[in-house]
């Protein structure tokens, strides 16, 4: 299991900004502990949600893919189309997905990468995957891309929700 924490003020400032990677934490479905300040953060969540979380996993994907690139293992793959399709769901619905077992249902061989990770992390790519990103990864991100500029989320974060968050931090500190 992995913990990560953040000081509630740095947490805020990620938040409100284009980072999914706080964003995916805290609207994971996996939760041990929560508490009021938590559900709180989920509330507003939704409306810090802008188009401009795609570069996010534009930025993520690019990174994950030259690590694949480099090594051939199945987890940065995997990580590569995560990414993609949870950003391309993200614009397209202004919803967190992350399960790359329901992003990707419409890619056939995907359930057989993700029964290959379960054995081990640190594997290569199954025969014949490779061929298959390189066609999918690259009209993943272009479709990606096309989502962000047509997406109906806003180009910044409600004004309200912002405050909401700063007042939320000032709140908690003040305790």
Avoid: C
């Amino acid at each position: 299991m992995d913990v990560v924490s953040h000081d509630l003020l740095k947490f805020a400032r990620l938040l409100n900004s284009r980072n999914g990677y706080v964003l995916e934490q805290l609207l994971s479905p996996l939760v041990v502990m929560t508490t009021a300040v938590h559900a709180e953060l989920t509330s507003l969540a939704p409306r810090l949600i802008t188009r401009h979380h795609a570069h996010h996993y534009l930025r993520f994907a690019a990174t994950q893919e030259k690590l694949y690139a480099r090594t051939g293992q199945l987890k940065p793959a995997l990580y590569t189309l995560r990414v993609l399709l949870t950003g391309i769901h993200l614009m397209r619905t202004g919803r967190l997905e992350t399960d790359l077992g329901v992003l990707g249902a419409k890619l056939a061989y995907v359930p057989d990468l993700i029964a290959a990770k379960r054995e081990a992390e640190q594997v290569p790519l199954p025969a014949g995957a490779a061929q298959r990103l390189a066609t999918d990864v690259p009209r993943l991100r272009a479709e990606l891309e096309a989502a962000r500029d047509a997406s109906t989320l806003p180009d910044h974060a409600d004004p309200a929700a912002v405050d909401a968050l700063h007042d939320l931090v000032v709140r908690a500190r003040l305790g």
